[in-house]
């Protein structure tokens, strides 16, 4: 078989597996979307308020979060968000040595990394915890993209040129975008400060056939807090 009818088999793989892929997405977003739809149709939106958080997470990444969330009937919530995070490859191996060296006498490492984004919609409970204060818990489908790095051995080289120095690392890097339906969860306690702000904290995990990180995160509020009025 020639190396042009390989490359045709492979590109009719990958198109029907994206086809699959993007079959099974549509199937989830649908079924979420059909739930809280009806669930809107029948109950009142109590809040609905935008966030966007940062945090720290597995694989030593830093996950940033943006998303919108709608608290129904004071029982049910429902959110749809995008996270993206850089991490550490989770097949790195444990020798691995990054690039270091200088440059105008500034010091510099480089070490390979893994990027990735998830679009998630995820439904769950809402629970009251006090006046302005809330938790939710939630689970879901995501869509995910990623990137896997693969590693090949090889040997150190380095150079020097008085201003500027280099050390390459002990393995040459090589990566490759893949996709992928993941489930998410996430549980997130917040607090309104005030009737279109609050503050809240969470954590999250997305479960994938790439690399599945956990984290927590820090996020600010920004919306209808639907907050209780004080008694006179």
């Known amino acids: ?5 390989i490359n045709h088999s ?3 793989i990958m198109n029907s597996t994206q086809k699959k892929l993007s079959y099974q997405i549509g199937l989830g977003i649908l079924f979420l979307t059909f739930f809280i739809t009806s669930s809107a149709q029948t109950k009142p939106i109590n809040k609905f308020y935008l966030h966007a958080g940062a945090g720290w997470g597995t694989y030593e990444s830093a996950p940033f ?3 919108l969330q709608a608290i129904i009937k004071n029982k049910w919530s429902a959110t ?3 996270q993206s995070l850089t991490m550490r490859p989770k097949n790195r191996p444990a020798d691995y040595q990054p690039e270091t060296g200088y440059v105008l006498f500034i010091p510099y490492t480089y070490e390979a990394s893994a990027d990735m984004d998830m679009v998630s919609l995820t439904a769950g409970r809402y629970f ?3 006046k302005n ?3 939710t818990t939630e689970g879901g489908l995501s869509y995910v993209s990623g990137e896997k790095v693969n590693f090949e051995r090889t040997q150190v080289t380095t150079s020097n040129i008085i201003i500027a120095a280099s050390a390459t690392s002990n393995y040459q890097t090589t990566s490759e ?3 992928s339906v993941g489930f998410a969860a996430r549980a997130d306690l917040n607090w309104s400060f005030a009737s279109f702000m609050g503050l809240g904290c969470g954590v999250f995990t997305n479960i994938n056939s790439i690399q599945s990180p956990v984290g927590f995160q820090v996020k600010l509020i920004v919306g209808y807090m639907g907050r209780e009025k004080k008694k006179k």
């Open 177 to 179: 975008t893949k996709s």
């Open 133 to 135: 204060t809330w938790v």
């Open 80 to 82: 749809l968000s995008y």
């Open 128 to 130: 009251k915890l006090g």
């Open 65 to 67: 979060d943006l998303g």
């Open 10 to 12: 492979k590109t009719k």
């Open 1 to 5: 078989m020639s190396a042009i009818q």
